[in-house]
């Protein structure tokens, strides 16, 4: 590749960059010629992709297949009022020319999988994993690997986050090296329960943005062979070693993982919704017209007090968050059939569940939980 | 003085919203059992149906993962930090 060259207007947008002797001319042109891959253009993908490209990075791609929704604005501060409703790579493409037109920005409106994943990231000198699920992630640290790319690597969850660059090639550990094999479903709290404050994003959004811009220029100490955890309630950062596992199944002396591999999407799926209850399902509006009823039954909120707060069922008989039923079973009244319901069904699904295990037999999930209770029912509950 | 274990966010709701606990033990294994005995929901985060730590939880000594010490027979003094860490997904 021939050596990028800076015209007169870009030297005079990235004089503060120039000015300094570890990016100057050199350190700007190999950002000009440098490509970065963003795996998710949401949380962490909004701040990476604009400080990569107000940074000068000539080329970024974005993965995402999502679409702008009003409720991502809170976080994702690449998008805007304006682009609700838009696929968050054009949002995302639209915004990055603005701030910066000498870029070029790739887009792709897919799902990386097995099949597409390599060719996808192939182009590109650095890959940054922004995504928000186990199967994406392993995905793309598995292609990484092959491909012999740094994988900058972020993740939230509430208040806290994990940043930190796996590259085997520079003698580094991988994300397999650290977790082998991602949870089973249902063993970690779903994306949408789980929350997250809008500003964390931004904090290890813009660390692996750093990183990225520190690959491709050559310059610093780059995160490899360190996790750095931030807590933002404590406002702590924690630094932890992380080292290469010769026995790991991708980047270990013997693989075991030698094709990418598709796990089950279990993050961010809502359970099916059917206008056919069974035995052990509701619907909500059955629900409505059955509570107007005098053999109305024992209603049981799984949700946390939270959530209560937000929004609930009139006349629900009970709160109980799903992870404490275990140990509240006896609270409940079981002579009453019951009826049970969380935000999407989910959880209640799962606590219908360990409810028949313990013995119960008259109790349903409401399906769809209070989000579908406001579109069948209730129209003036605020959803979330 | 005892260790102190730090319970991060996605495992609070499992121990009834503490960020730490502090207890007295000789190695980690003792000082996980320790935790579970107070906190038996987090039991199945930990540890598998094998009663081994699960591949998606790594446990750290200070800065040091316990896979490259001795694992849970790794000893740990008063006023050392232990620290539970999982995979977390979260990106969005």
């Not at chain 2, 009834?16 to 107070?38: F, I, K, M, P």
């Amino acid at each position: 590749m021939s050596e990028a060259t800076l015209s007169n207007e870009e030297i005079r947008r990235y004089s503060r960059h120039l000015i300094m002797p570890e990016v100057g001319m050199t350190g700007q042109r190999q950002l000009k010629q440098g490509s970065v891959l963003l795996i998710g253009t949401g949380g962490l993908g909004s701040p990476l992709a604009l400080y990569l490209a107000a940074a000068g990075v000539g080329h970024i791609g974005l993965v995402d297949f999502d679409v702008v929704d009003e409720s991502n604005l809170q976080r994702q501060i690449v998008h805007g009022s304006a682009t609700v409703g838009m696929l968050k790579t054009e949002s995302a493409k639209v915004r990055l020319h603005d701030l910066n037109p000498h870029i070029e920005v790739t887009t792709y409106e897919t799902q990386i999988t097995s099949a597409n994943a390599l060719e996808i990231m192939a182009p590109y000198n650095v890959i940054v994993d922004g995504t928000d699920n186990f199967p994406t992630r392993y995905l793309t640290n598995d292609a990484a690997v092959m491909l012999g790319k740094p994988n900058v690597y972020g993740s939230i969850f509430r208040f806290e986050g994990q940043a930190t660059v796996f590259s085997p090639k520079d003698g580094g550990p991988c994300y397999r090296c650290l977790y082998p094999e991602p949870p089973p479903p249902g063993l970690v709290p779903s994306c949408a329960e789980g929350g997250v404050l809008g500003v964390l994003p931004g904090v290890i959004g813009t660390i692996q943005a750093t990183e990225a811009i520190k690959l491709i220029t050559g310059i610093g100490e780059t995160l490899v062979g360190r996790l750095m955890l931030y807590d933002a309630l404590a406002m702590r950062f924690r630094e932890l070693k992380l080292r290469r596992d010769p026995a790991c199944p991708v980047c270990g002396d013997n693989p075991t993982v030698t094709a990418l591999i598709d796990y089950d999407q279990f993050c961010g799926i809502l359970p099916e919704v059917n206008n056919l209850s069974n035995q052990y399902e509701i619907t909500p509006s059955e629900l409505a017209e059955w509570l107007q009823r005098d053999d109305r039954p024992y209603l049981l909120d799984v949700r946390n007090p939270y959530e209560v707060e937000i929004a609930a069922i009139p006349g629900t008989d009970k709160v109980i968050p799903v992870d404490q039923l275990p140990e509240r079973l006896s609270e409940l009244d079981s002579s009453r059939e019951m009826v049970v319901y969380c935000r999407s069904g989910a959880r209640s699904g799962s606590a219908v569940e360990l409810l028949k295990r313990a013995g119960f037999r008259k109790v349903k999930n409401m399906v769809g939980g209070v989000l579908r209770w406001a579109d069948d029912v209730d129209s003036s509950m605020a959803k979330y | 003085m005892a260790v102190t274990i730090t319970i991060p966010t996605a495992l609070r709701q499992f121990a009834g919203g503490s960020a730490s606990v502090a207890l007295d033990a000789e190695d980690v294994g003792a000082l996980l059992r320790g935790l579970v005995e107070q906190h038996p929901s987090l039991g199945k985060q930990i540890f598998g149906d094998d009663g081994k730590l699960r591949s998606f939880v790594n446990i750290y000594v200070g800065d040091e993962d316990i896979r490259y010490l001795q694992g849970e027979a790794t000893p740990v003094k008063d006023g050392e930090t232990v620290s539970i860490i999982p995979a977390i997904a979260g990106g969005a």
